[in-house]
């Protein structure tokens, strides 16, 4: 099943998107698949066909400010969750998702988790791979560095910071061609660099894991936890205290990005919660 690219702009802002579409239309929730931080929707190159091989409109978008989107100056965008949660909504409608199911992963996973929050109507199930769920998250040193100044001014222009920090977030080795493709926008322009630093220095997590941990005690759609327990940032102790009622499936190879290391797993686990008839 081939992934298509494309570009659409949303409020004066220009999204790029990676698409899979079925052979055959079907009325099933379309699903909407967001990275983390500090990667981009090339993360979800494996997941994506197989997704729309089991009959699903996949969806991945590189978030503002990285990837191949848009990467505003400051003054322009704000870099704030609220900031990214309009922004997203405004492409959701564009998209016309008006009911889809959402899967997040990363450190900007907690604003899809947000998202989710504010508008609970739109979301028909929800996925949730090695994200911030509580106040016990915590943002690692090897991300946080890149918000502080003048130390991130210069961290976020290395054009090689992406690829060591994916690495090092999942305990492998990524491929050569793979790795190109993420420190493209980092060789292309500093505006990269300056996207990443704002969106460090503006994630705001302990604000956002407050409204996540207190929200999802109320959450009522089918809810699956993906957690590769190797992951050195965020413990799977986090997936186990988070919501009683959720779905929780350790991925025991995986490190903080499941879907880069372990993706024949999460495409699997993905398939089949998002198949699964709900009683």
Known sequence: MATQENTIEVGGLKWFYRAAEPMNPSEKSPVLLLHGLPS????????????????????????????????????????????????????????????????????????????????????????????????????????????????????????????????????????????????????????????????????QLSDATAEIQAGFAQWQKPLLLLWGTRDPWLPYSLAETFAADAELNPLTEAGHYPQEDRHEQVSMALSDFLRRQIL
């Open 40 to 203: 981009q929707s090339y993360g979800w190159r494996n997941v994506l066909p197989v997704l729309a091989g089991h009959g699903f409109r996949a969806i991945a978008p590189d978030w503002i400010g990285c990837g191949a989107s848009a990467k505003p100056d400051k003054r322009n965008f704000a870099y704030t969750p609220d900031a990214y949660i309009a922004a997203l909504a405004a492409l959701v409608q564009a998209l016309e998702l008006k009911k889809f199911s959402l899967v997040v992963q990363g450190f900007l996973g907690s604003m899809g988790l947000q998202y989710a929050l504010r508008h609970p109507e739109q979301i028909d199930r929800l996925a949730i791979l090695n994200a911030p769920l509580t106040t016990a998250a915590k943002l690692p040193w090897k991300i946080r560095q890149m918000g502080i100044p003048l130390v991130g001014e210069m961290l976020t222009q290395d054009p090689l910071l992406t690829e060591r920090t994916l690495e090092g977030g999942g305990g492998y080795v990524i491929d050569e061609e793979d790795l190109e493709i993420y420190r493209r926008p980092f060789l292309k322009s500093s505006e990269a660099g300056r996207s990443l630093l704002a969106i460090v220095k503006n994630l």
